[in-house]
């Protein structure tokens, strides 16, 4: 049996221990989301994790709270906020012509380019309806405490770590005692 550390920094769980919340964050780094205006703040691993006011949970993550990185299928690593910081910007949104909805997939190599994937619209169009939404965005700091994780990890298992495990959004919140088991699971098996 060897001993396996979570990550880099040996007081991981120990910083994940002083939270009392904490939040599974889907990193950005491959995202097509644009923004207007001059951007850009973007996600850099380890350091700030980028978000905006039209996703969901944005008010509640917290300075102090812990968070765990992922990509939508593996951990990435863990940390504490240190500071967030807020700034005022524009951010631009498609929507069908038909139907309104925002659900609109962009398709690469068929025309008419959208498709609208709202329930049993299923429209399909060249043109959507273009609109520019004052966002409030948010970076959150998190450098001090960073520490990536090394052990095993599946998608399925961090998505049951989330109090809704079938969420689909951004930002979701854990199961704080749910993550801790697990940590400690890792740091002291194989
Ligand atoms: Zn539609």
Redesign the pocket.
């Known amino acids: 049996m060897k001993k396996v550390k979570v990550g880099l920094n040996s007081n991981l769980l120990d910083t994940v221990k002083k939270s009392t919340k904490s939040w599974l964050l889907l990193t950005k780094e491959h995202s097509t989301l644009q923004y207007g205006g001059n951007d850009g703040h973007a996600d850099e691993l380890g350091h700030s994790y980028a978000y905006d006011s039209t996703v969901a949970n944005h008010g509640q993550l917290d300075v102090g709270d812990c968070i765990v990185l992922w990509n939508g299928s593996l951990l990435l690593g863990i940390s504490r906020v240190d500071r967030i910081s807020t700034s005022f910007g524009s951010k631009s949104r498609n929507r069908?012509p038909?139907?309104?909805?925002t659900k609109?997939r962009l398709r690469k190599s068929i025309l008419p380019v959208f498709r609208?994937q709202?329930q049993s619209?299923?429209?399909e169009f060249d043109e959507p309806i273009r609109e520019n939404l004052e966002v409030t965005r948010y970076v959150a700091q998190y450098s001090e405490s960073w520490g990536y994780f090394r052990g095993e990890s599946t998608s399925r298992t961090i998505r049951s770590l989330a109090k809704s495990p079938q969420s689909i959004q951004s930002i979701r919140e854990l199961n704080h005692l749910k993550l801790i088991d697990f940590l400690e699971r890792h740091e002291s098996s194989e």
């Open positions: 069908c038909r139907c309104g909805s609109i609208c709202h619209c299923g429209f």
